[in-house]
């Protein structure tokens, strides 16, 4: 309820002011048009808040917690396009060379499919055999070929974790490497519902103006 209530509201200030853009008119004014961003950009798509409205726009503890824990998908000075431009609620997200890993599709953690190993039937068959058998010579030889079947089972448990550990070290790494290269995207809050003044590409571009140089300044 609380969703669809801000969304009317949203809709009443979009079709009220003259002056508002629609989400339409932003993407056609910003989307494929190059940017340099003037800050480091974490390698997510949580990116990087911002609160125009506040005395302090960005709340660097946060900012320095996202690009510790997923590195940096654009550096100062690059040159990146705005690929996507999307109303929310109560902000607006602003999307860079991709918007940012971890959407929907995105592989978040290794998928490893590496085989196991069970019991051979001559293992179980042996295991059954020497608990019927009462001759101690012939259980002695049988518990030898058990043990030398069981060193052969551990040695290829061995080998197919020793496999599983580097599949899984490869998929992190896959992961890593298509994360700093998925882009990253500014979400500018607001304090109330955007209305018409904060649904322009000036009042945008100057929102950001700290974070990113336009090729046109408001």
Not at 194 to 213: D, I, R
């Amino acid at each position: 309820m609380k969703r669809l209530l801000g969304t009317v509201i949203l809709l009443h200030f979009l079709s009220a002011a003259g002056v508002a853009q629609s989400e339409a008119d932003l993407k056609r004014h910003f989307e494929g048009q190059k940017v340099r961003v003037l800050i480091d950009l974490p390698a997510t798509k949580d990116g990087v808040d911002v609160y125009p409205e506040q005395a302090q726009p960005l709340d660097f503890s946060d900012y320095a917690r996202r690009i510790k824990q997923y590195g940096i998908a654009l550096e100062e000075g690059d040159r990146v396009m705005i690929t996507r431009v999307r109303i929310k609620e109560k902000h607006i997200e602003f999307q860079l060379g991709g918007g940012g890993y971890g959407t929907f599709g995105d592989e978040t953690a290794p998928s490893v499919h590496v085989g196991s190993i069970s019991k051979s039937k001559r293992e179980k068959q042996l295991e059954d055999d020497i608990k019927k058998e009462n001759n101690e010579t012939v259980r002695r030889k049988m518990r030898q070929e058990l043990d030398d079947l069981r060193r052969d089972r551990q040695r290829e448990e061995r080998r197919i974790e020793a496999e599983r550990a580097t599949a899984v070290e490869l998929g992190k790494q896959r992961i890593e490497q298509r994360r700093l290269q998925g882009g990253s995207r500014f979400n500018i809050h607001f304090e109330t519902v955007p209305g018409s003044n904060q649904l322009t590409p000036e009042a945008l571009m100057k929102a950001l103006s700290k974070y990113v140089e336009f090729a046109e300044q408001p």
